[in-house]
């Protein structure tokens, strides 16, 4: 097969998994909205009714709660950590870029951290 007829059929199937995608997009935006109300009646109906569950022949309802918390502020909130010690309230991770940056300069990685690279072929619509 020719190189032109390669990349022929991948932008063919590449538009075709994007359209499936769309498809699958739109059926699933609408089942989630019927998901999304029927938790709200239940929620509301637990709420009226003074109940953390309930247990049916189809399968148990139950609240949970989830918590997530973000940086609002990061001086203070670094501020805060470095007067108070409260390390524990952060977590480590590097950043992809800054890794990028220290490796051009130096020629090789900081200590303690892994670098993968990897080489992928990308096509262009013409």
């Known amino acids: 097969m020719k190189l032109s007829e390669l990349i022929e ?3 063919e199937l590449r538009d075709k998994k994007s359209q499936i995608k769309a498809e699958y997009d739109m059926k ?4 989630d909205e019927s998901l999304d109300k029927i938790e709200s009646a239940l929620l509301k109906t637990f709420d009226t009714a003074g109940l953390d569950s309930i247990k049916t022949e189809f399968g148990t309802a139950y609240i949970s709660t989830v918590n997530s918390a973000s ?3 990061k001086d203070a909130f ?3 950590v470095k007067t108070n ?3 524990h309230l952060m977590e480590v991770r590097c950043s992809k870029l800054g890794i990028e940056q220290y490796k051009e300069v130096h020629d090789e990685l900081p200590p303690g951290v892994n670098w993968r690279s990897e080489r992928n072929v990308n096509i262009r619509r013409s």
């Not at 699933?28 to 089942?31: A, M, N, T």
């Open 9 to 11: 059929k991948y932008v």
């Open 28 to 31: 699933k935006g609408k089942i």
């Open 71 to 73: 940086v609002a502020d």
């Open 78 to 80: 670094m501020t805060h």
């Open 85 to 87: 010690e409260d390390w």
